[in-house]
């Protein structure tokens, strides 16, 4: 057999496994339109001011930093891997924003500042792909210690104080509106779009469906497995910077522990949305309604005066349900 025919069927049979993969995706976010739609509607009827553009518009403003941080999570949770430095990253490149803009103004400066918080991110994402990658270091340790590695420098690099911000061209991405609709919503739909074109129309998309749905095959595949694992880092990296760029703009100051705890928000978003937390399956538009039905929940309870404490009961409820359905369907995948 010729060294061509082999290579072609090499490739007729990555492609089949990476389709047959991707295929098994469809389905995956069904759950949770029917959970939104049982939460909603009788909410709505209960509450008609729930479905107010203003409080729509309330929602989405709340979910716009958790959306961005869960989009990049749910790249990566669909590698194979899991993310838990999200949150220092959020705080890490609040402070780096901040620093760049101290004393200056100007958008020359606002746009300085948003490069720089989404590059620290960028970093850290990187260094962690690295870890993973190259280095063998199991996700949840390498991003565990990432964790407290960037913690710690944007604690270094703000001395333990929050730095105030001035600029109020930056402070704008959260004041400003077009339309009657917030800049930052503008920015989670136009980040959703771009990953959602990535992951469902480019090779790098199909690449981590198939290594995150069975790493050995795609490796006999020939996929560069290191090349996509770092990506899918690198992008949950950058998209954490640039969610603390807005955190920062909406509270005005960057703050070294602003992103605490956003990692449990940030895996729990697309596992609610249908992304197996054992990779390879879901899509990233799960992990836009799963972020959304969270904030609905949050909101629809304060709407109705229940105590905060409540909703994190719920919200944890929730999470591992949803974690439990994802096991079930994997198990009678095997079966």
């Not at 229940?306 to 439990?324: D, K, T």
Request: one cysteine or more; aromatic letters at 10%.
């Amino acid at each position: 057999m010729s060294t061509a025919h082999t290579e072609n069927a090499a490739s007729t049979r990555s492609t089949k496994a990476i389709g047959a993969i991707f295929n098994r995706t469809r389905l995956a976010s069904l759950v949770v339109w029917i959970a939104f739609a049982c939460y909603v509607v009788p909410l709505a009827i209960v509450e008609p001011q729930f479905i107010s553009f203003y409080n729509i518009i309330s929602i989405l403003m709340l979910i716009s930093v958790y959306a961005l941080i869960g989009f990049g999570e749910g790249v990566v949770v669909l590698s194979g891997g899991i993310d838990l430095s999200v949150g220092s990253v959020v705080g890490l490149a609040g402070v780096v924003a901040a620093l760049i803009l101290d004393g200056h103004s100007g958008l020359g400066w606002a746009l300085m500042a948003i490069l720089g918080g989404v590059a620290a991110g960028i970093v850290i994402g990187t260094f962690n792909g690295i870890a993973v990658a190259l280095l063998n270091i199991p996700a949840f340790v390498a991003t565990l210690g990432t964790l407290s590695i960037a913690l710690g420098c944007g604690y270094v690099l703000s001395n333990g104080q929050q730095i105030s911000i001035n600029n109020m061209e930056f402070l704008d991405i959260s004041v400003y509106s077009w339309f009657g609709i917030p800049i930052p919503i503008y920015i989670l739909f136009g980040v959703f779009f771009l990953l959602w074109l990535t992951l469902s129309r480019t090779r790098l998309g199909r690449y981590v469906y198939a290594v995150g749905g069975n790493i050995q095959a795609a490796f006999v595949a020939g996929l560069p497995i290191r090349r996509v694992l770092i990506s899918a880092f690198m992008i949950s990296g950058a998209l954490s910077g640039l969610a603390g760029v807005l955190l920062a703009s909406q509270i005005t100051a960057g703050i070294a522990t602003t992103g605490t705890g956003y990692e449990l928000i940030a895996i729990a978003a697309p596992v609610i949305g249908g992304i197996s937390l054992a990779g390879g399956r879901g899509s990233i538009a799960g992990a836009l309604f799963g972020v959304i039905l969270l904030g609905t929940i949050d909101n629809g309870l304060t709407i109705l005066n229940v105590s905060p404490f409540y909703q994190h009961i719920i919200s944890g409820f929730i999470i591992i349900l949803a974690v439990f359905l994802d096991t079930v369907a994997s198990r009678r995948k095997l079966v």
